[in-house]
């Protein structure tokens, strides 16, 4: 639908001065007209942004036997992204502003799925998954993508089920997606980009309950989420503040053509951006009830993530990204009559993360040929080289947490 966009900066703050507060009713006058997006630049305009998913799916599905089932699916999808007044026709190859027009990504796909049952208390199934996108609306839009799922179920006897699961979704784009703009000369492309980002996730899980009195469930997981694409930064080293550097083959790697795009102060290096953010998790529960009138739980959840990724701020850390967070548990439930039940709970909260952390190498110049150095060899704050007491820090902290309650029925 439309919107209304408006925009006014003041030239002047001096009758503001002093007097910053939600209440001030001084003069508001129009500024310098500002190029930005859309062309709202001062001036009311109106806008419009608006999607569209249609997908169709064509399914054969055959069973070779009575244990397993196989299936075939085709898939096509449109996805239609439009944007600005008109917003149904094609984005003109010579941009304007504001832009209007129309993205179209089409989407063609091709699912394989199977599931066998290996005797009356085993299921397995699985399915593959292979996709192609035509266009991209970002650079980090997925182009390919492959997923890949297998799940299992085994129940030994009526009073324990066993499971696991594994799923792998890959995604890839290393496709320039302003071709036309690149040929034409009115944009350049520093490439390939070369994105790739994948989510494995991996879990075993059992529950046992031989008999009304006794409980036990636990599961373990894995999962590891990346994603990297290659870039251009700019690095904003001094003498007294170090900027991250990347290193390929031994010095540093500048992107081209960077002092033809309007500035010779500031480097842009070349690297590859990217987060890794391996986790394990688990939990475990112990449920006894000696009686109909007395129910206890014991347990016990970890979180812990080993990760890394490039940093584009000498002073950044990987805050959360190293860290365990665990949260032991008791909780204790008495019927002392048909109406009345007391109850107590214990909860521990415990949080830390790792040790210094940041970028690895560093530069205090912005030159071409930049000496490149590990960042905790400078005396300069970085994230690896100030002191445990600083901005950058570990995080740490704990909680005990004791509940008592009482439930009545009226």
């Given at each position: 639908m439309p919107i209304a966009s408006t925009l006014a900066t003041p030239n002047d703050t001096k009758n503001s001065t002093g007097n910053m507060t939600i209440n001030y009713s001084g003069p508001l006058t129009s500024g310098h007209a500002q190029a930005l997006p859309h062309g709202i630049n001062g001036f009311l305009t109106y806008n419009f942004f608006g999607q569209m998913f249609l997908t169709n799916n064509l399914t054969a599905s055959?069973?070779?036997?009575?244990?397993?089932?196989?299936?075939?699916?085709?898939?096509?999808?449109?996805?239609?992204?439009?944007?600005?007044?008109?917003?149904?026709?094609?984005?003109?190859?010579?941009?304007a502003d504001p832009v209007n027009g129309l993205v179209t990504i089409n989407e063609n796909a091709g699912i394989l799925g199977a599931a066998y049952r290996v005797t009356n208390n085993w299921n397995v199934n699985g399915s593959v998954e292979i996709g192609y996108f035509d266009n991209a609306f970002t650079s980090v839009g997925a182009r390919q993508f492959k997923q890949y799922k297998i799940r299992s179920?085994?129940?030994?006897?009526?009073?324990?089920?066993?499971?696991?699961?594994?799923?792998?979704?890959?995604?890839?784009?290393?496709?320039?997606?302003?071709?036309?703009a690149v040929a034409a000369g009115e944009a350049e492309y520093y490439g390939p980009i070369n994105h790739i980002d994948y989510t494995r996730i991996a879990t075993v899980g059992a529950m046992l309950a031989p008999n009304e009195k006794f409980g036990l469930d636990f599961s373990y997981g894995y999962t590891d989420v990346y994603t990297a694409t290659n870039i251009c930064y700019t690095t904003g080293a001094s003498s007294t503040l170090p900027g991250a550097a990347a290193l390929f083959n031994g010095k540093a790697t500048v992107c081209p053509g960077v002092f033809a795009r309007?500035?010779?102060?500031?480097?842009?290096?070349?690297?590859?951006?990217?987060?890794?953010?391996?986790?394990?998790?688990?939990?475990?529960?112990?449920?006894?009830?000696?009686?109909?009138?007395?129910?206890?739980?014991?347990?016990?959840?970890?979180?812990?993530?080993n990760g890394d990724r490039f940093f584009n701020d000498a002073r950044d850390v990987a805050g959360s990204l190293v860290?365990?967070?665990?949260?032991?548990?008791?909780?204790?439930?008495?019927?002392?009559?048909?109406?009345?039940?007391?109850?107590?709970?214990?909860?521990?909260?415990?949080?830390?993360?790792?040790?210094?952390?940041?970028?690895?190498?560093?530069?205090?110049?912005?030159?071409?040929?930049?000496?490149?150095?590990?960042?905790?060899?400078?005396?300069?704050?970085?994230?690896?080289?100030i002191a445990s007491s600083g901005l950058t820090a570990p995080r740490n902290f704990h909680a005990n947490n004791v509940t008592l309650g009482v439930h009545y029925e009226f």
């Open positions: 055959w069973e070779p036997s009575p244990r397993t089932t196989l299936s075939l699916t085709y898939r096509y999808g449109t996805h239609d992204i439009t944007q600005g007044v008109p917003h149904n026709v094609p984005i003109p190859a010579a941009l179920a085994y129940k030994p006897r009526p009073w324990a089920t066993i499971t696991a699961a594994f799923n792998d979704r890959e995604r890839h784009n290393n496709t320039s997606n302003n071709l036309d309007g500035t010779n102060t500031l480097v842009d290096f070349f690297a590859r951006d990217y987060v890794n953010a391996p986790t394990q998790y688990g939990t475990v529960a112990v449920n006894v009830s000696p009686n109909r009138k007395v129910q206890t739980n014991l347990g016990y959840r970890v979180s812990a993530v860290s365990t967070y665990q949260s032991p548990f008791a909780n204790v439930s008495w019927k002392v009559s048909p109406k009345m039940t007391w109850k107590g709970e214990y909860n521990y909260y415990g949080y830390g993360e790792g040790g210094p952390s940041g970028a690895q190498y560093c530069s205090t110049t912005v030159s071409a040929t930049a000496t490149v150095a590990p960042c905790a060899s400078f005396a300069q704050p970085t994230g690896r080289s």
